[in-house]
């Protein structure tokens, strides 16, 4: 295998690990999905990968309209919050104002989403994909203190899976590089 050498734009921290949601945010934000980085995927172009995924959640074409025409990846996420979740979280929801429901599998599926969504993200923008190059081998973490899914959570323990998918897309350009 060919290693790729791709002149990196920043410096990789000193313990080679990316906090790109706390500690390193202001030179790793690219790596967020609230990004701005438009991705066509589904004969829609998306605004984010944010705005991608949330729209997943159901298969109402007008939920899903409403989530890409979010003015922002904050919104998306605020229109797709649980029926169900505490009000403070679900005031703007979509779920909660149409008495609708997410669909059941979504738990099945959301990584399947965010694997497309992030493969989307870094081929369909190329220099976002050279940036996601340049960070090497540089372990990603979402050190997001209150997400333990996607990222790190309160106890640092959390899954990083948002995190994780950003390194198998990573793998994936620079198997793919010439």
Same mark, same amino acid.
């Given at each position: ?15 080679? /690990?990316?906090?790109?949601?706390? %500690?390193? /945010? @202001?030179?790793? /934000? ?7 980085? *438009? ?6 172009? $998306? ?9 997943? +959640? =159901?298969?109402?074409?007008?939920? /899903?309209?409403?989530?890409? &025409?979010?003015?922002?990846?904050? +919104?998306? +996420?605020?229109?797709?919050?649980? *029926? ?5 979280? =679900? ?9 609708? %429901?997410?669909?059941?599998? $979504?738990?099945?599926? #959301? !990584?399947?989403?965010? %694997?497309?969504?992030?493969?989307? #993200?870094?081929?369909?923008?190329? @220099? &976002?994909?050279?940036?996601? &190059?340049?960070?090497? @081998? ?5 050190? =997001? *203190?209150?997400?333990?899914? $996607? ?9 990083? $899976?948002?995190?994780?998918? !950003?390194? @198998? ?10």
């Amino acid at each position: 295998m060919t290693t790729i050498e791709t002149p990196a734009p920043f410096a990789i921290p000193a313990d080679n /690990r990316i906090l790109y949601y706390g %500690r390193d /945010r @202001e030179t790793f /934000r690219f790596l967020s999905h609230f990004w701005p980085s *438009p991705i066509q995927l589904d004969g829609e172009v $998306w605004p984010t990968v944010e705005h991608y995924y949330q729209a997943q +959640k =159901s298969e109402d074409p007008r939920y /899903r309209e409403a989530v890409r &025409l979010a003015s922002t990846p904050g +919104k998306a +996420k605020r229109l797709a919050a649980p *029926p169900t979740a505490p009000r403070r979280i =679900s005031f703007a929801s979509w779920f909660r104002k149409t008495g609708e %429901r997410p669909r059941d599998n $979504w738990h099945d599926v #959301k !990584l399947a989403i965010m %694997r497309r969504a992030d493969g989307a #993200k870094y081929t369909q923008n190329p @220099e &976002l994909g050279a940036l996601l &190059l340049a960070t090497g @081998e540089a372990e990603l973490i979402e050190d =997001s *203190p209150s997400e333990p899914f $996607w990222g790190i959570g309160a106890d640092g323990l959390g899954l990083n $899976w948002a995190g994780r998918v !950003l390194m @198998e897309i990573r793998a994936a350009l620079r198997a793919a590089a010439p």
